[in-house]
């Protein structure tokens, strides 16, 4: 068995980036600069937002985090992101979810225009990805595909179950691994809270991509022996023991499931870093492609 490290990979390939931003000034070309739009004050999101902008300023990016109550109404949010369109400063950003309940986040998400919608969310996005055309992927799953490709993890005709249809994890995820490109071509079951026994479709997975905000809900017994598990779940989970209140579980049983496993990812350590990275490489995407459509 071999736990992926995420953290590891990540700061490769963050490295990377780092040195084309370098390449990038010392050849007098633009810096990829990313801006992230925060509403309200949750605290997950604070994290991950103060998360992204820290890893621009590790790889040299420039980074602009805008801030708003959530009094903001959705008119004035529109208005914000259709500064962003114009702003030829910046090259990319992304609008943390989720937003307050007064807002649409798919409006908001429509109104992105699609050359800097470095989250992958937008219709045109997941359109191209799903017609196989180059384009921003979403971060976790981009994330997830980096991973099996480090670690060079055979994927082509392999059984692929991916547990849950989120529209920002499961459902493009299930699309990546089903297409007919490298680090794919798998067979792919979704499920999701309409399927039925369960436990006899996770048993037929090679690959069991797992991302339902469930801690510790794929026990030993749901999985086949020598699987790869990706695990995607991060939930906060009140622990007095610990400095901050809580640990952060995964949607995995680690320490039953672990010792069946050909490869398995960690949480914390595992998706988590991966997610940020691809965000990055989205960003340096945008810049690079010069504010022209893919
Ligand atoms: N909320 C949880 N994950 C994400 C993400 O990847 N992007 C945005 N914008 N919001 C999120």
């Not at 109404?73 to 208005?79: D, P, Y």
């Not at 055979?154 to 699309?175: A, F, L, Q, Y």
């Not at 020598?226 to 049983?253: C, N, Q, W, Y």
Request: net charge neutral; aromatic share 6%; with cysteine.
């Amino acid at each position: 068995m071999q736990i992926i490290d995420g953290k590891k990979v990540a700061e490769s390939i963050q490295d990377q980036i780092a040195q084309v931003v370098s390449w990038r000034k010392s050849a007098g070309k633009k810096i990829p600069h990313l801006a992230a739009v925060l509403v309200g004050n949750d605290g997950g999101s604070e994290t991950y937002v103060k998360n992204k902008v820290a890893a621009c300023q590790r790889v040299g990016f420039r980074s602009t985090l805008l801030r708003f109550p959530d009094t903001i109404t959705e008119g004035e949010l529109l208005n914000v992101v259709e500064d962003l369109n114009q702003n030829p400063e910046i090259d990319g950003f992304i609008v943390q979810l989720p937003l307050p309940k007064t807002i649409s986040e798919e409006r908001i998400n429509l109104a992105i225009d699609p050359r800097k919608d470095v989250d992958g969310f937008h219709p045109v996005s997941l359109g191209k990805m799903m017609l196989n055309q180059p384009t921003f992927l979403p971060a976790t799953p981009y994330g997830i595909m980096q991973l099996l490709d480090f670690y060079q993890i055979k994927t082509e005709g392999k059984k692929c179950v991916v547990m849950g249809r989120s529209n920002i994890v499961g459902t493009p995820m299930s699309i990546l691994m089903a297409r007919n490109a490298h680090n794919a071509n798998c067979t792919v079951t979704l499920t999701h809270s309409r399927t039925q026994n369960l436990k006899a479709e996770t048993l037929q997975a090679d690959i069991l991509i797992v991302a339902l905000g469930k801690p510790e809900f794929v026990k030993a017994d749901m999985v086949k022996e020598g699987a790869v598990v990706i695990d995607v779940g991060t939930t906060r989970v009140p622990d007095a023991s610990k400095p901050k209140g809580f640990v952060l579980k995964g949607d995995v049983d680690f320490e039953a499931v672990a010792p069946k496993c050909s490869f398995i990812t960690p949480v914390p350590g595992g998706v988590g870093p991966m997610t940020i990275t691809s965000l990055l490489k989205n960003t340096l995407l945008a810049v690079e492609m010069n504010g022209e459509a893919f």
